[in-house]
């Protein structure tokens, strides 16, 4: 027969930590606790099978069920001598629901089960306290009729509210036994006017109604919310604990509180919490009467009495409990006793919810303390939670006053991590002008690599459509700057130059605007946000490794990383300005260079305009020649910064129709410049007008039609690294090719490649030479891998091109649709944000084993944004590539992603 059953506590203890899947988080520490000797009330635990069993019956249960009950409850009974519903002396549980992970959405506790209006008396006498008995009595029937019985407790509360302002008493502690009784008869007239039915006096009948309302709230609305968000799968079903009751509320010498090991928000190693005298269960949560704090030292100057000073001999017993029980558990816990007659009574242990930056401290104090090992603390860390050690931060207080002023106008998507500030700033101009006064938030519907400036000179970036890849998030990220992106509910008049949502009205040039990159809350208004102190240290250079604890943290974890981790990591990184800030970061190379960023601005615009917008060959080489100058010393100051570390550059990718310009102005000026008409200019920018841009003419296509393009930057590059190579400097590039499908389309333009760098070298007399790769990005190209191995010495993943093509979601526009495809569970995440693994993450696979089936020795990387994700970070280690590259201020999460992975599959 199998065992549904299982007590705690008392004589008979049959379960343990390990059982946490049958007996839920609170019933497997509770039986824990009692196996250490720490006194727990003792009880038994209905498991979490029950519950599926539960509802496969038709929310009934099981007569196998109800006789294993029965029998637990009989053990107890005998144990406590008491029984429950005795009219002299009787026994008083508690029913608590405990699901294998904490769920706030579950069902509230039912406190004294066994009162009626005879064992009320039985409990009176016995206990020679009737104002308990009926403080106990009243406080069941509102919470077995609130939960079990679906009677609100705002009925019975406002009975309680009304019987205090006719007596003119403040707390429920004033409030004596007469008046509790008279209550509680008011209390069952609410229910029978109600439900049209007494409340239930049968006490074995009252057990398993709370038995079946647990399990019953499993399946309400904010269980089912909760456990989509959280993604707790439907079939893990909740346990039910019944609990014999300790009572904090019989008198002065009894309490009830809640306690911390460490502190929850900064993971400080300080033991504290609240309790309150006389009280019983959530009272203390409740806010009816102030808690006091436990400490002395939290209570310091606060003029409020701690458990440690009113009562000295509990309170030590509760530290050294609450130490053993961290020691025994290996993690912050979170914990509920409460105080009989001076006894203490532990309720509950769990791990303690933190913040991120809590965890990350918790987690080294440990290893610090010898609890834990390094290997258990890097696992324990949530690789992207490094983003809030890196980040500006608002002051959380703050925060919450703006919201409740209504100062919160919308919430986007957080695609750039941290806080920023500043006066709104419309376009790209208008930012550069504002920054010079003080901060800027640029807002625009949408950025274009044309806002690059004033994306620079901005504190932060705003926009109202696109989503986690859209052009603002990512150069965002790569710039490590706070940003908002789709936040669609802005209203952006650029003529009125205002921003409004409702009735929120901001005016650009001298209204302030908040973002939080973090959560994608936006606010009006000025909030105050300060740079994060690793990012002082690492990349301001304003203070000093030794003199910030967080830093000395951050390096540690970076130094553990980098001791189990096989997988190299790389940025992205297209200045030397981001490689600098990378490599202080620790990434070991660049996976990415984009070298079209490198033509937009100043005077390089105009000379790329010029080539882009020349009639003939003839025209083009000559814009060229001005071009290769300025590339070639961008490649030198690449090399340099990387000094040793490979770089892997791309050819020119995007379409020829982004760099023109479309506004007249622009139009005129290069008439101008190439000494044309300005119809001849608009003629021509219209001709490279194409109406499906991304799978247009672009990547390695532009090299085919336009080769001497090519050859100019392979040409850069190659004479970029033989005159650094003069000074001592080891430059290092990889030469990448974008957009190939065909092995064809790499073995025409490495053909051009190597003719140019064979010329290069005859001239110069040198034998340079460098590896030709390509990147996967078109799943033509993953699908025939072996082939392109042939010509290809390395490949690099373009994961947000593959994801784009593989799923036929373009990247600019998906922000529209694919928030509703997570939300209704057609796919789990954004795939441009975590990898699609069977899918896109099949087709890397596929290239992966085809690709090393013609170049065993085949070099191996990814660039795209999955490159900073840690699932995706952890996939890639696991179908083996040599590293993963993602933007600067990511690079610490990669590392951390990447020894975590080592970890786990050495596991
Ligand atoms: P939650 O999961 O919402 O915290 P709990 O089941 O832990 O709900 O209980 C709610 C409150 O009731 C807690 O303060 C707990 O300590 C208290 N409580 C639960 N069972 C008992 C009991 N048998 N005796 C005394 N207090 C109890
Ligand atoms: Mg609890
Ligand atoms: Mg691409």
């Not at 456990?227 to 009894?254: H, L």
């Not at 840690?870 to 990447?898: D, E, M, Q, T, W």
Request: glycine share 10%; proline share 4%.
């Amino acid at each position: 027969m199998t065992k549904h059953v299982y007590s705690f506590g008392g004589d008979r203890n049959e379960g343990n930590a390990t059982m946490r899947n049958l007996l839920g988080g609170k019933g497997c520490n509770l039986a824990e606790m009692a196996c250490l000797d720490i006194p727990v009330p003792p009880g038994f635990t209905v498991t979490t099978e029950v519950c599926t069993l539960y509802y496969k019956e038709g929310k009934k249960l099981p007569q196998s069920v109800k006789d294993q009950v029965l029998e637990a409850l009989k053990v107890l009974e005998t144990a406590r001598g008491k029984k429950l519903g005795d009219e002299k002396n009787p026994l008083l549980v508690s029913v608590r629901s405990g699901a294998r992970v904490s769920m706030p959405g579950m069902m509230d506790t039912v406190l004294n089960l066994g009162l009626n209006d005879k064992t009320v008396e039985g409990l009176a006498s016995a206990s020679g306290n009737p104002r308990f008995a009926y403080d106990s009595y009243r406080r069941f029937l509102m919470m077995y009729s609130d939960v079990v019985l679906g009677v609100h407790k705002d009925h019975f509360e406002h009975k309680i509210e009304a019987l205090k302002a006719k007596t003119g008493k403040a707390l429920d502690t004033e409030i004596s036994a007469e008046e509790w009784k008279g209550l509680c008869t008011e209390f069952k007239v609410i229910v029978k006017e109600k439900l049209g039915r007494e409340f239930p006096q049968d006490p074995i009948e009252q057990l398993f109604g709370g038995i079946q309302a647990v399990f019953d709230s499993w399946d309400t609305e904010r269980a089912i919310i909760y456990r989509k968000m959280n993604r707790i799968p439907d079939e893990w079903g909740t346990a039910v604990n019944v609990q014999t009751m300790v009572f904090g509320n019989m008198g002065d010498d009894c309490g009830t509180g809640v306690a911390f090991t460490r502190d929850t928000g900064t993971g400080e190693p300080y033991f504290y919490g609240e309790y309150l005298i006389n009280a019983q269960g959530e009272d203390v949560v409740a806010g009816t009467r102030t808690p006091q704090p436990i400490t002395k030292y939290q209570a310091a100057d606060s003029g409020l009495k701690s458990l440690e000073e009113v009562m000295p001999e509990v309170f030590k017993t509760l530290l050294a409990t609450c130490n053993r029980l961290e020691a025994h558990f290996k993690d912050m816990q979170d914990l509920e006793f409460t105080i009989e007659q001076g006894k203490l009574y532990m309720l509950q242990t769990r791990i303690g919810k933190r913040t991120a930056v809590a965890g990350i401290r918790i987690a080294m104090d440990l290893v610090k303390e010898k609890m834990i090992d390094e290997k258990t603390a890097l696992l324990r860390l949530n690789a992207d939670d490094l983003v809030q050690l890196l980040a500006p931060i608002f002051n959380q207080k703050e925060k919450d006053a703006f919201k409740k002023a209504g100062k919160l106008m919308t919430k986007g998507l957080n695609a750039g991590p941290g806080a920023a500030t500043g006066v709104i700033a419309l376009s790209a101009e208008e930012a550069e002008v504002l920054a010079a006064k003080g901060p800027v938030v640029l807002v625009r519907i949408e950025t274009s690599p044309e806002d690059l400036a004033g994306m620079v000179a901005a504190n932060g970036i705003l926009t109202a459509r696109g989503g986690m890849t859209s052009h603002a998030a990512v150069v965002a990220r790569g710039m490590g700057k706070p940003c908002v992106c789709g936040a669609s509910a802005l209203n952006i008049d650029v003529k009125k130059r205002t921003v409004s949502v409702g009735g929120i009205v901001l005016n650009a040039g001298t209204d302030f605007i908040s973002i939080d990159g973090s959560t994608g809350e936006v606010f009006a208004g000025q909030l105050a946000a300060s740079p994060a102190e690793v990012n002082q240290v690492v990349v301001d250079k304003t203070l000093k490794g030794e003199d910030s604890e967080t830093y000395k943290r951050f390096a540690q974890i970076m130094e553990w990383s980098n001791n189990y981790r096989t997988m190299n990591v790389r940025t992205n990184a297209d200045t030397p300005n981001d490689a600098d800030v990378a490599k202080a970061f620790g990434a070991e190379g660049i996976g990415l260079c984009r070298t079209e960023h490198m033509f937009f601005e100043g005077e390089r615009i105009i000379a790329f305009r010029e080539m882009i917008l020349s009639k003939d060959l003839e025209g083009r080489k000559a814009a060229l020649k001005k071009l290769l100058p300025i590339q070639r010393t961008d490649f030198e100051g690449i090399f340099t910064a990387m000094n040793g570390l490979p770089v892997t550059i791309r050819l020119i990718d995007p379409p020829l129709h982004e760099f023109v310009p479309h506004d007249e102005r622009g139009q005129a000026e290069m008439a101008k410049v190439i000494g044309v008409s300005l119809e001849e200019v608009k003629s021509r920018v219209e001709k490279l007008h194409e109406f499906n841009p991304m799978m247009g003419h672009r990547g390695c296509r532009l090299g085919i039609t336009y080769p001497e393009i090519i050859r100019m930057q392979m040409r850069a590059i190659v004479e970029a690294a033989i005159n650094v190579g003069k000074k001592g400097i080891v430059a290092k590039p990889e030469v990448m090719v974008p957009l190939v499908g065909h092995v064809k389309e790499l073995a025409y333009t490495k053909g051009e490649m190597l003719d140019e760098l064979a010329a290069i070298n005859k001239e110069q007399g040198t034998t340079f030479s460098c590896p030709i790769g390509t990147m996967i990005e078109i799943p033509r190209a993953a699908i025939t891998a072996d082939e392109v191995a042939t010509e290809a010495e390395f490949f690099s993943f373009g994961t947000n091109d593959l994801t784009q093509m593989g799923f036929g979601f373009s990247r600019d526009d998906s922000g529209t649709f694919l928030p509703e495809y997570v939300a209704k569970k057609i796919l789990e995440d954004d795939p441009f944000q975590s990898l699609d693994q069977k899918g896109i993450g099949g087709l890397v696979r596929i290239a992966v084993e085809k690709g090393r089936s013609t170049r065993p020795n085949i070099k191996l990387g990814v660039c795209g944004e999955h490159g900073g994700d840690p699932r995706s970070v952890k996939f890639f280690h696991g179908v083996g590539l040599n590293y993963v590259s993602c933007s600067p201020y990511r690079v610490p999460i990669a590392i951390v992603a990447a020894a975590q992975a080592a970890l786990e599959s050495a596991k």
